[in-house]
């Protein structure tokens, strides 16, 4: 079964930092670009960043670029956000999202999403 | 800054057809713009239907299809079921390397 499971999330103070993971399993992972979207409960969908199959190109939502970070590492078959300067709108369900860039593969894969929680 | 346009709601009966569009406050939505639609139902993540305009995700029901219409992304249910009801996102690729959400539309089967 192809699956990503995301994990990190999780309540912190306005200015802190926090590191979220998306493992991929039952697909090649490098056969797909790898994005992160987050959603408020409630609310509609923001797409927020995305990296490559190999990691060249990284691409950044305005509202966040300069203070999050994406990284993947296909060895681990993991993907990564690293979120600084936390806002209190920053508060969302944050899922990865795959996408299919190869021959050998096809359609799309979400995880499940982690909650962060940015309050005082 | 363009947006990308959908219907806030929607309803249709059970067993009858409905349209869902994506458009642009400026501009055509083309094939470039990867046209997907994906269908979110409460407590749930999010589900890719449909990618690249047209092509159906694995064990998506073909009652399912994505087409362009005219200056928009069309997504199209025939024969509508009740558990069809959900909010559906349209998504488009800018070009330019970032991706944009439309706002969804709420659709009702009643």
């Known amino acids: 079964e192809m699956q990503l499971v995301e994990s990190g999330g999780g309540l912190v103070q306005p200015g802190r930092s926090l590191s979220l993971s998306c493992v991929a399993s039952?697909?090649?992972?490098?056969?797909?670009?790898m994005h992160w979207v987050r959603q408020v409960p409630g609310k509609g969908l923001e797409w927020v960043t995305s990296i490559s199959w190999n990691g060249e190109k990284k691409d950044y939502a305005g509202s966040v670029e300069g203070r999050f970070s994406i990284s993947r590492d296909n060895g681990k078959n993991t993907l990564y956000l690293q979120v600084t300067s936390l806002r209190v709108e920053d508060s969302a369900l944050f899922y990865c999202w795959a996408i299919c860039v190869s021959t050998t593969c096809a359609g799309e894969i979400w995880g499940q999403g982690t909650l962060v929680s940015v309050s005082s | 800054q363009t947006l990308v346009t959908q219907e806030p709601s929607l309803s249709v009966s059970p067993g009858g057809t409905v349209s869902l569009t994506c458009g642009l406050t400026?501009?055509?939505?083309?094939?470039?713009?990867?046209p997907g639609w994906i269908q979110q139902t409460p407590g749930q993540p999010p589900r890719t239907l449909i990618y690249s305009t047209s092509s159906r995700s694995s064990g998506v029901p073909d009652r399912f299809s994505g087409s362009i219409r005219g200056n928009k992304a069309v997504l199209t249910i025939t024969g509508a079921q009740a558990d069809d009801e959900s909010v559906y996102f349209c998504?488009?690729?800018?070009?330019?390397?970032?991706?944009?959400f439309g706002g969804g539309t709420r659709l009702t089967v009643l």
């Open positions: 039952g697909f090649t992972f490098d056969d797909y670009a």
């Open positions: 400026s501009g055509s939505v083309s094939i470039s713009d990867l």
């Open positions: 998504v488009l690729s800018t070009g330019r390397g970032t991706w944009v």
